[in-house]
């Protein structure tokens, strides 16, 4: 199961900050990554980033590159994503997916075997 969760309002400022935590449980092999997604309004899902949940090696897209970092607590079976300098384009549903593949972290959507149920950010003033 992989549960998304948002830490603070789903309401941020342009400039402003958000964290995302997901949790990930009740699988009898480790995923080899978990990745996060987003999908805008009107627009496909688009992947943001992800890490490798052994090695900790990350992944992100060049859209969000400098702005997030995605972490892990392996202890917890948490994932972070942690969002900062907002822009209003940064609007979207986000999704945590867990990737059970082993090779190196995947940016398609449809190599990733289990989605949370995602989670609504919306940057406006």
């Known amino acids: 199961d992989v549960s998304c969760r948002r830490l603070g309002e789903g309401l941020v400022q342009p400039g402003g900050s958000l964290r995302l935590s997901c949790t990930v449980s009740?699988?009898?092999?480790?995923?080899?990554?978990l990745g996060w997604f987003r999908q805008a309004p009107g627009k496909e899902r688009e992947f943001v980033g992800g890490?490798?949940?052994?090695?900790?090696?990350?992944k992100y897209a060049d859209s969000v590159k400098g702005r997030i970092t995605i972490s892990r607590d392996t202890a917890k079976s948490t994932l972070y994503l942690q969002m900062d300098d907002l822009k209003s384009e940064d609007t979207a549903v986000y999704y945590c997916?867990?990737?059970?593949?082993?090779?190196?972290?995947?940016?398609?959507?449809?190599?990733?075997?289990?989605w949370g149920q995602g989670t609504l950010v919306t940057v406006s003033s």
């Open positions: 997916a867990a990737q059970m593949r082993w090779g190196r972290v995947e940016v398609k959507d449809y190599l990733y075997e289990h």
């Open positions: 009740g699988y009898t092999s480790t995923p080899y990554a």
């Open positions: 890490i490798a949940w052994t090695g900790g090696f990350t």
